[in-house]
């Protein structure tokens, strides 16, 4: 039997996107703002329902141009429970994170552990909305506020969540998407920042390309990030197709959540309290009275040809360029230890069939019997 990958990228079908590149072929516009380029900054920003937005050749850099478009600097807080583009973005600006526990809820950061953690160095807060879920944005808010600190999301996960009537982006100084294949809306590789004013829009333009504003001024140490005219031919056409994967998500969690209902000893997290979901993963969580430990769970679905991932074990708090850090200590981050402990995110992309939702969750129901 074929392998059943946690993910798989959505692919429109490759005839439509054969006029696109003869386009691109026409004019020997590759890169650099191309008119592909200037129409999906457009139509992504309509389709979101967010000010300005501003494209990238993947998130990790947008990550890395988002920190220094706001001249952050010092100490950062930040989660342990994320992928480690998170953390790593901190370290590439020459900053400090300082990692706080999530809540056991929405896998967050948590609002009540963060004041303890700001020093006379904190500068930001980078919290990620994890598997779409939005952050407690208001009281990362108000947070902020007290104490002057600048909020950036990792919002990869986050792509046409809606909240209290509108985008979680709107939320923060800035936030950042990815649209890299294994992600709900993918260009192969790709991100965004989104941000709320022109004029950020435009530093943010400068950064990208090298510090370049005009042909004789340069005016910042910027970096290569700019999205190329195949990227963001892509991305027009796959926002053609969007809502169609949107609720081919949707249909697929509902199965699981029907299914694994009945499964003692998985527990499935509650539906986010939100406008609208992209159900980007679909967490498990293996507890104690299931006849089977986390890991070996995950091997078993294995040898079915099921690749589940444990996202995020280990914590990257846990990996070698952080683990020395006073804040990454065990018993600084009990929740986040508890909860990547017992995760399991089962396949869901949407050309997963529904029969074979079924036959996952009968695997798991069954397992006990292995
Ligand atoms: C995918 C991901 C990134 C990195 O995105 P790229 O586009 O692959 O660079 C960053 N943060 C989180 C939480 C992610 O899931």
Known sequence: M???FVTEPSLPPLGEFIPYLEKIWESKWLTNAGPFHQ???????AYLGVKHLALFTN???A???ALQALRISGEVITTPYSFVATAHSLLWNGIKPVFVDIDPVTFNLDPKMIEAAITPQTTAIFPVHVYGTPCNVEEIERIADVYGLKVIYDAAHAFGVDYKGGSVLNYGDLSVLSFHATKVFNTFEGGAIICPDAKTKQRIDHLKNFGIA???????????????????????????????????RAAIAARYRANLASVRGISVPAVADVDRLNNSYFPVFVEADYPMARDALYVYLQTKDI??????????????????????RRDNLPVAHHVAER??????FPDLPLEQVDRICDILRSAERA
């Open 63 to 65: 990550l890395v141009t």
């Open 343 to 348: 995760v399991l995110c089962l396949p869901i």
């Open 2 to 4: 074929k392998k059943i």
């Open 307 to 328: 690749m589940s991932r444990r996202y995020f074990y280990p914590l990257i708090s846990e990996f070698p360029m952080y683990r020395g850090l006073q804040s990454a």
């Open 214 to 248: 005009d042909e004789v001024t340069v005016v910042a140490p910027g970096i290569n990030g700019k999205m190329n005219e195949v990227q963001a031919a892509f991305g027009l056409l796959q926002l053609k197709h969007v809502d169609v994967v949107l609720e081919r």
């Open 59 to 61: 998130a990790t850099i």
């Open 39 to 45: 129409q999906l900054e457009q139509e992504l920003a």
